[in-house]
Every structure is written in structure tokens, then in C-alpha cells.
């Protein structure tokens, strides 16, 4: 069998599997910061813990969009090794809630479920439902579906 039919065979096998959940993450102070100046997201509630808790928080809160980018590292993790599979693309958010906030010195953990997965010209589009956890808390602080670009070739083979 040749990487392209045993990639799809282990891609489909994984539709309405969930996933192993990430190891537990501390959610640092210094994180936030290096985010906030990275993307210019300064919003004293992220980087001030006196503002944040005269708000009305525990404490400084996470970026949305920090959350949603360590989705990114979660994959390469759950897809490293993949025979066949050359990189990940990706190709956009169907629908995204932030559904707790994070705080802080919160730790969290990520875990996917494939929920479909559609062949495209030189690879696939996986739909996954993402949670983002906060250990000891409910609801999720993030869910998500997430579509994904899972390519075959390199990427001057398709442009």
C-alpha cells in the first residue's frame, strides 16, 4: 500500500474519534505579555492584574486569539510523524465560542475530535471539533470547529 492510501485509510479511520488531549499547559503571565506585544492586543485586562481584578476579574484574562493559536501546536503534535502527510493548512474557523474565561495561572489542555473529512485535489480537509479545558472548571473556555488543510505535496505543487 502506497503513503497516500494508508494516510487516507488512518484519516478516516479517526472520523468521531476523539483525539488525546494535550498535557496540562500553565497559562503564564509572561505568555499574555509576549502575546499582547506581539499582536499589539495591550488591553490592560490581559496585562494589568490590579485593572483586570478592579473589572471585576480573578486576575488578568487570556486572549481569545492566544487560545485559539495554540490549537495550532496541538495539531502539529497530534499529526507529527504522519506518513505522507507534508503540512497542515490553515483554512479557516467555521464557528468559534469562548464559553469561560481563562485566567492567569488557569491551566489548560486541548483536545480535538475529527468530525469529517473531505478529499481535496493533493490532500484533505479535516473538520475537527476543538475544546480548549480549564483543569477543574466547566464549560470549556473554547469551542471551536476547525478546518484544517492537510497537504500531500509541497506547497509549490499547488499554487
Known sequence: MNDESSLLKY????VGTPLPASNWRHISQEDLDIF???TGDTQM???DSDYAKASGLDGTLAHGFYLLSLMATYLNEQMAGLK???MGLNYGLNKVRFTSPVL???KINIQGCVKHLEARPNGYLLNLAMHINIQGKQPPALVADWLVLLREKELKDWI
Open 84 to 86: 505522507g502527510l507534508s
Open 45 to 47: 485586562i490581559h496585562t
Open 11 to 14: 484519516l478516516n479511520s479517526l
Open 104 to 106: 492567569c495561572g488557569n
Open 36 to 38: 499582547a506585544l506581539s
